[in-house]
């Protein structure tokens, strides 16, 4: 006999991470329906067990919770228009993606208009914490809905955390992915000095790994770097273009000095340029190591992106 379902959630975006929402909330028992503009992904997430659907509206239509884990505000603004125009109960909409504040506050405005409940509720991790729920959820909006909904994110999750007021989970959000900007590039830093002075890419993780100057970031990324292999992404380069600018503009808009987060924009726009904006933003050590005239033996080669 089949087991109970514990309900229906929707994810619209079946990308690295709404794809990894949707396959875990499946295999903590829920029902899942998703939609995805690609019908690759959509065919990938049908096999783990997603139903999928003919749009975001028809996502609406079947879940009365829908996760949004989209890549720009326009997918975001389309997603709405379609939950607004499907004319149905209220849902509650929780945005997971990371976009301006004002990006945000169009699509609550919108969704209120409709009757909706809308949380503003970015993502802490990397599409391969993702995979294994090692995620933390920056959830703000309104306090007796993110209770509610504490089982659902726990399903997809480890953590959950109520920040208040709507627009404060993105306002930690940035905190933390200017963060994990410096951290990558200050990781490849390190491991292109360790090499540059002879030592073992291996080696150099993992005795970093052991020391004072450890970092979970560098935990995920530095084995990437280590291979010289960064086709399998769990940030792509050009997605994280639109994270940092983000980031940049908020901190401007408030007179706040990012001296470290700016001094990686270049390296990051480097990656960009040199044929990586298709992997992982780990590629930023490849980048400094031709800076720095590091050749790597033939058997560590990286596999170039298209």
């Known amino acids: 006999m089949a087991a109970r379902s514990k309900g ?11 794809g990894s929402f949707a396959r875990n909330l499946v295999g903590a028992g829920y029902r899942v329906v998703g939609f995805d503009i690609d019908a690759g992904r959509r065919r990938a997430l049908a096999r783990a067990g ?6 975001a509206g028809a996502v609406a239509a079947a879940a009365p919770v829908i996760i949004t884990s989209l890549p720009h505000p326009q997918a975001l603004d389309q997603t709405v228009a379609r939950v607004a ?30 009757g909706h409940i809308a949380l503003d509720c970015p993502i802490s991790g990397t599409g391969a914490q993702a995979q294994v729920k090692d995620l933390v959820v920056y959830a703000s909006g309104g306090s007796r809905a993110i209770k509610k909904l504490h089982p659902v994110f726990l399903g997809f999750a480890r953590a959950v955390h109520d920040l208040g007021d709507y627009g404060n989970g993105s306002r930690m959000k940035y905190v933390a992915n200017l963060l994990v900007a410096i951290h990558n590039v200050a990781s490849a830093e ?6 540059k002075a002879g030592l073992d890419p291996q080696r150099i993780f993992e005795l970093v790994k052991a020391g004072a100057g450890n970092s979970r970031v ?5 084995p990437m770097m280590v291979k010289n292999n960064y086709d399998n992404a769990t940030m792509k380069t050009k997605v994280w273009q639109k994270d940092l600018a983000v980031i940049g503009d908020y901190a401007a808009q408030l007179g706040c000095p990012t001296p470290l987060m700016s001094a990686t924009l270049p390296i990051y726009a480097a990656a960009l340029s040199t044929g990586h904006a298709l992997h992982d933003t780990a590629a930023v050590c490849a980048v400094l190591e031709a800076m720095a005239g590091v050749k790597r033996h033939a058997g560590r080669r990286r596999r170039r992106g298209r």
């Open 218 to 222: 560098f935990e995920l990324r530095a």
């Open 85 to 114: 125009a499907a004319k149905l109960p209220q849902r509650t909409v929780v945005e997971a993606s990371t976009f301006t504040l004002d990006d945000k506050l169009r699509a609550r405005h919108a969704l209120e208009k409709a």
């Open 50 to 55: 997603v139903e999928t659907a003919a749009d």
């Open 190 to 195: 390190a491991m292109v000095l360790g090499m």
């Open 8 to 18: 229906t959630v929707g994810v619209v975006g079946l990308g690295i991470m709404g």
